[in-house]
C-alpha cells in the first residue's frame, strides 16, 4: 500500500521530534468522560459537534468520539462502522454527506471534530480509533494518519487515546510521544499494560468486577477507566474504589452521583462485596449460622448451610430465600449469612442495597452484632439493627439499637419505623454512620433516626468494640409471626444488591 509506506515516511518525523507545545493546566479536574459526548439528556445525536459542545458547557473531563475511515480515505466521526445505514468503509464522504444527522448536521470529520474541540483548554477529547475489520495495514493507515492530522493542527496537548485494538495502541505508543493511550478489550493484565507503555486501562465496569485489577493497577501508576457505566450503584463503587475515570452515558447524573458519593462525605471503602459470581456467596467473605432452634425469638425456620436453595448468588445479586420445607422439626429453610472476622468493623459506614420479600409471616434483617461480646452475652455488648421488616406491617422498614439498658425485652429498645414505598420492587439503601458519639441510621440517604453516646457507660453505650454484619431472611418469631405465617408467600427471597463498609 503506497499512500500507508509514505505515511509511514511521514511519522518517523512524528517520532523524532520532542513536541513543543506549551502545557495546558486548565483541564477539569473531574472523572466524568461523556460517551459519544453528552447526548442522551437533552436528545442530541451521538458523536455530534453539538454533543461534544454539551459535554464541554457542562465541564466534564473528557469527551470520548470514534473515529473511522471512508473508503476515500476521509477520517469521520461516528460509532458504528455504519452511518444511518451506509458502510463508511465502502461509502465516500460525498455520499455520505447525503445523509444528515437528527439535528441537521452532517458526519463531523475527524479534523472538525478536533477544531471545535481546541475551541477550549477544559475538555479533553478521548480520541477512540475503530478497528476497520480490513487487514492490520488498513488499520495502521488509519491510526497514522489521525496522528499526522492531530501534529498538522498542534492539538496533541488534547488529546487522548483508545482503542480495543492493541496493535492500533501500541502503534500509538511508539510514533507519539508522551501520548496517553489506554486499551479498551478488557484482558490484558494491568503488569503487561505497563511494560507496553500505556498510561492506563479503560475496561468494560465488569472487568473490574471480575478481577481485583484496582490495586495493581494504582501501585504501577496505570490510571484506571470504567465503560459505560450509567447506574448510579456502579457508579458509587467505581467512586468509593477511586478509579481516575468513568465513561458515561449519563455524565449529569455521575456529577449528581459524585456529589452525594460516601466518598465526598471522607468515607474509604474498606470492602465490599457487589455479589458479582454466581452460585453460593463468596466463602472468602460469608460464613453461615446454622440450625433451628427459634434463635431466641421462636422463628420457625432452619438455617442452612452452603446451600443454593437459600443463599444464591445470581445475575448481580445475592438471593437469601426463605422457602416451605421440612427439616429437623422446622416447617421451612433459610440461610444467615455472617461477614468474616477480617471484615470487623468498629465505627464506620454500612450500607447495604437490597429488595425485601412481602408477605404475612416473613422477618428479613440487614444488622450487626459484636465480634467479641466485650460486655456480656446479649443484650449487654449491643446489637444494631440496620433494617428489619416484618411481612405484616407493609411497606415499614425499622432501624433499632439494642443495649443492656435499651432493649426489646424490657420494651425500651431504641428505634424508629418508616414507610418507604416500593420496597419488595425496588431496591433502597439501607445504612447506618457509626460514630464515637452517634450511631446515624438512613434509608436512600435519609437519616431518620440518631442514637446518641449518653456517656453513661457500656449499659447505655456498648458501642466502643468490633462488630460484624448478618443478612438473613427469618420465618415467623416472636415479632414476624404475630399474626400469623401466610404459607402461601414461599419461597420468599431478600434480594441484595451489594454489602459496603466504609471508615474515614
Excluded at 310 to 337: P, Y
Aim: some cysteine; hydrophobic content about 40%; overall charge neutral.
Amino acid at each position: 500500500m503506497k499512500q500507508f509506506t509514505t505515511v509511514i515516511l511521514l511519522s518517523a518525523m512524528i517520532s523524532t521530534q520532542a513536541i513543543a507545545q506549551k502545557a495546558i493546566t486548565s483541564w477539569n479536574k473531574n472523572q466524568v468522560i461523556a460517551h459519544r459526548g453528552a447526548w442522551k439528556k437533552n436528545g442530541l445525536p451521538e458523536n455530534s459537534i453539538a454533543s461534544l459542545k454539551e459535554a464541554i458547557r457542562i465541564q466534564c473531563f473528557g469527551s470520548e468520539f470514534d473515529v473511522h475511515m471512508t473508503l476515500d480515505s476521509v477520517m469521520v466521526v461516528n460509532h458504528d462502522a455504519t452511518f444511518l445505514g451506509m458502510p463508511i468503509s465502502k461509502s465516500t464522504y460525498a455520499q455520505l454527506l447525503s445523509k444528515k444527522l437528527s439535528n441537521g448536521e452532517s458526519i463531523p470529520t475527524l479534523e472538525s471534530y478536533l477544531k471545535a474541540g481546541m475551541t477550549q483548554k477544559k475538555t479533553k477529547l478521548i480520541l477512540e480509533i475503530k478497528p476497520q475489520n480490513m487487514g492490520k495495514e488498513r488499520d495502521l493507515f488509519l491510526t497514522e494518519s489521525a496522528l499526522q492530522l492531530i501534529k498538522k493542527l498542534k492539538a496533541e496537548a488534547w488529546v487522548e487515546y483508545i482503542s480495543f485494538g492493541y496493535d492500533i495502541c501500541t502503534y500509538i505508543i511508539q510514533h507519539m510521544p508522551n501520548a496517553k493511550v489506554a486499551y479498551l478489550a478488557g484482558e490484558v493484565a494491568p503488569e503487561k499494560l505497563k511494560a507496553d507503555g500505556f498510561a492506563g486501562s479503560d475496561y468494560h465496569y465488569s472487568v473490574f468486577q471480575k478481577n481485583n485489577w484496582f490495586e495493581p493497577s494504582k501501585k504501577l501508576g496505570l490510571t484506571i477507566n470504567a465503560w459505560t457505566v450509567n447506574t448510579v450503584p456502579e457508579m458509587e463503587w467505581l467512586l468509593a474504589n477511586e478509579v481516575d475515570y468513568i465513561t458515561t452515558n449519563e455524565p449529569e447524573l455521575l456529577f449528581e452521583t459524585i456529589k452525594k458519593t460516601p466518598v465526598a462525605k471522607g468515607w474509604k471503602l474498606k470492602w465490599a462485596d457487589e455479589f458479582n459470581g454466581k452460585g453460593l456467596p463468596d466463602s472468602h467473605n460469608w460464613g453461615y449460622d446454622v440450625g433451628g432452634t427459634g434463635w431466641g425469638n421462636n422463628e420457625k425456620q432452619f438455617y442452612t448451610k452452603a446451600d443454593t436453595l437459600n443463599a444464591n448468588v445470581e445475575k448481580g445479586s445475592l438471593n437469601i430465600t426463605a422457602r416451605k420445607a421440612d427439616k429437623e422439626q422446622m416447617k421451612f429453610t433459610s440461610a444467615r449469612l455472617v461477614s468474616k472476622n477480617k471484615f470487623d468493623v468498629k465505627y464506620g459506614r454500612v450500607e447495604v442495597r437490597a429488595i425485601l420479600p412481602k408477605g404475612r409471616g416473613i422477618w428479613p434483617a440487614i444488622w450487626m452484632l459484636p465480634t467479641d461480646w466485650k460486655y456480656g452475652n446479649w443484650p449487654k455488648s449491643g446489637e444494631i439493627d440496620i433494617m428489619e421488616h416484618v411481612g405484616y406491617a407493609p411497606d415499614t422498614v425499622h432501624g433499632t439499637v439494642h443495649t443492656e439498658a435499651f432493649n426489646h425485652v424490657k420494651g425500651t429498645q431504641v428505634g424508629k419505623a418508616l414507610k418507604v414505598n416500593d420496597i419488595y420492587t425496588q431496591y433502597h439503601v439501607y445504612a447506618i454512620e457509626w460514630f464515637a458519639d452517634r450511631i446515624d441510621f438512613f434509608i436512600d440517604d435519609q437519616k431518620y433516626l440518631t442514637f446518641k453516646n449518653s456517656g453513661k457507660g457500656m449499659a447505655d453505650w456498648p458501642f466502643d468494640q468490633q462488630f460484624h454484619v448478618l443478612l438473613n431472611v427469618a420465618v415467623g418469631g416472636n415479632w414476624g409471626g404475630a399474626k400469623g405465617i401466610d404459607e402461601s408467600i414461599f419461597p420468599a427471597s431478600m434480594k441484595i444488591d451489594y454489602v459496603r463498609v466504609y471508615q474515614q
